[in-house]
């Protein structure tokens, strides 16, 4: 038997773009989430009593690692060494082995891949070989080859278990580096695949399991719900996980139907309700609140201004152990049902749809403001972000038309 922490994508250093207009005190514990997360993470490796730990991928969030970070991590793994715990580690696509950083000395019990081929890792218990680990660090930021071919495939008793940062052939949701099909994974006949670069923990495969951890600490209002690791039981054929979350401040999305609202108080109440539904006696929320739904308020929503007071009294500024803070109020609400539908049907509605739905239409649109210096920062959107922009180009054109 055998017992490990499987983790991915810590991000230390992370910049949390967009975030600086966050009240000083939260931004300042936003900045030490992801430290404050993985030792966490180390305190329950040590409890929990396990072989080693796995970092498939990402401990930083970008090849010019600190100083701060790297004596952190160093620290930790010195404590998992004075528990006998061994610690495997890949590099990811924002770390890569040709960054620049200061050079450490780690700890003995540290074992990191190297980049272009695969390497393999024994681990040994009471003098006795038990266990086999199989990965590579990214020489370059950008690994967009398919390199699971590479990997051995299991031919003893031996635990084997592959670590990989990469994406899931099916998924889209990142940038496709590493990519990967599940049936290569299952060819290997490995008792765990240890995933890393999604950041959001996900089971692609139960018998073996094939897992993303998730990252330890969500980034922004796109990386929802808790983030920690996982705790990986082998015994023989059998295998056993349990989730840890371990992230001190969570990104939450909470939706508001305003069709039985009746006035504009009645809709202040509502977000005053949910939003204390929300709070966690040891973590801080940071939560977006949408409004949706058809309503007879639908022209009152459009004030702006309401919606930016409503915004202002649903904050909070203190970063206190447990708070609640409503980093954005989205206004998806539309007009009833019967006004909806009229203005839909009207040609001039339909030939607008089209246009937005077309992506030559909209990269043409866009080619001014990707040759812009400032403008072209902004651009860089993923999948998600597009489909909120055009979700709001939507809701504009008919907040327009219903204007008249």
């Not at 055998?2 to 992370?14: E, T």
């Not at 930790?76 to 004075?82: I, N, R, T, Y």
Request: hydrophobic share 35%; charged share 25%.
């Amino acid at each position: 038997m055998i017992k490990f922490l499987h983790c991915a994508d810590l991000h230390l250093d992370s910049p949390f773009k967009g975030l600086s207009s966050l009240p000083e005190g939260m931004l300042k514990r936003l900045f030490e989430s992801a430290f404050l997360s993985f030792n966490r993470l180390v305190d329950i490796a040590i409890q929990e009593e396990v072989d080693f730990v796995i970092i498939a991928g990402d401990l930083y969030d970008s090849g010019q690692r600190s100083l701060k970070a790297q004596s952190f991590l160093k620290n930790c793994f010195a404590k998992l060494e004075s528990h006998h715990i061994e610690v495997y580690i890949v590099h990811g696509n924002h770390d890569p082995l040709d960054g620049q950083w200061v050079s450490l000395e780690w700890p003995k019990n540290v074992h990191f891949f190297q980049g272009r081929s695969i390497q393999t890792f024994c681990y040994e218990k009471e003098g006795k070989r038990v266990a086999c680990l199989h990965g590579f660090s990214y020489e370059t930021s950008a690994v967009t080859d398919n390199r699971t071919i590479h990997f051995p495939e299991k031919q003893d008793e031996l635990y084997h278990i592959g670590i990989l940062h990469g994406q899931a052939d099916r998924y889209s949701g990142h940038s496709r580096y590493a990519p990967f099909l599940l049936s290569e994974l299952l060819k290997k006949g490995y008792d765990y695949w240890a995933l890393g670069h999604i950041h959001k923990k996900m089971d692609i495969n139960d018998d073996p399991p094939i897992r993303y951890s998730g990252n330890i600490q969500g980034r922004h209002s796109g990386e929802t719900g808790e983030k920690g690791g996982y705790i990986v039981t082998l015994n023989g054929n059998q295998a056993t996980s349990v989730f840890h979350a371990t992230s001190d401040i969570e990104w939450h999305e909470a939706m508001i139907e305003c069709d039985a609202a009746e006035n504009l108080q009645e809709v202040i109440t509502l977000c005053e309700k949910i939003k204390d539904t929300y709070r966690h006696p040891h973590k801080g929320i940071f939560l977006t609140i949408r409004l949706t739904g058809p309503t007879p308020l639908y022209e009152e929503l459009l004030d702006g201004v309401f919606l930016e007071d409503l915004e202002e009294i649903l904050r909070e500024e203190n970063a206190e152990i447990s708070f609640v803070h409503t980093v954005s109020l989205k206004n998806d609400v539309r007009p009833a049902i019967q006004d909806e539908l009229t203005i839909k049907e009207s040609q001039f509605f339909l030939d607008i749809m089209n246009v937005l739905q077309d992506d030559r239409e909209l990269e043409t649109a866009l080619s001014e403001l990707k040759t812009h210096r400032t403008a072209r920062k902004f651009l860089s959107l993923d999948e998600e972000d597009w489909e909120d922009v055009k979700k709001q180009a939507e809701q504009l054109l008919l907040s327009e038309l219903y204007k008249g």
